[in-house]
């Protein structure tokens, strides 16, 4: 059974900073993502890393002020968040796909296996 755990959230005005982490029970997983879900939204993909690759994909809305990093001695990843806006205020989750596939959606949500929590992340203006 796999185990994700995020922290890191909580409130911040505009423009602020946070970084999120999310720990697990090993990093040997064929991708990671992290995802949001506002109250009456459908969750979104926010960024995903995947084995074999350098470059992590990230959702429009975040690119240039998003960065997902995954740090293989803790078994942990990070999604540092900066000039944050009230428009990213979700709880956001940690996703783990565990098997190694040959479809590469990277930021859906149906495509993950493991789910954490989820650690609010509250920005006012």
């Known amino acids: 059974q796999v185990q994700l755990v995020e922290s890191g959230g909580g409130s911040v005005q505009a423009g602020g900073s946070l970084r999120l982490s999310c720990a697990t029970s090993k990093l040997t997983h064929f991708a990671m993502g992290w995802f949001r879900q506002a109250p009456g939204k459908e969750r979104e993909g926010v960024a995903a890393i995947y084995t074999g690759s350098d470059s992590p994909s990230y959702a429009d809305s975040v690119k240039g002020r998003f960065t997902i990093s995954q740090d293989n001695t803790k078994s942990t990843v990070y999604l540092q968040m900066n000039s944050l806006k009230p428009e990213d205020t979700a709880m956001y989750y940690c996703?783990?796909?565990?098997?190694?596939?040959?479809?590469?959606?990277?930021?859906?949500?149906?495509?993950?296996?493991?789910w954490g929590q989820g650690t609010q992340v509250t920005v006012s203006s």
């Open positions: 996703a783990a796909q565990t098997r190694t596939l040959s479809s590469r959606n990277f930021l859906d949500a149906a495509w993950y296996n493991y």
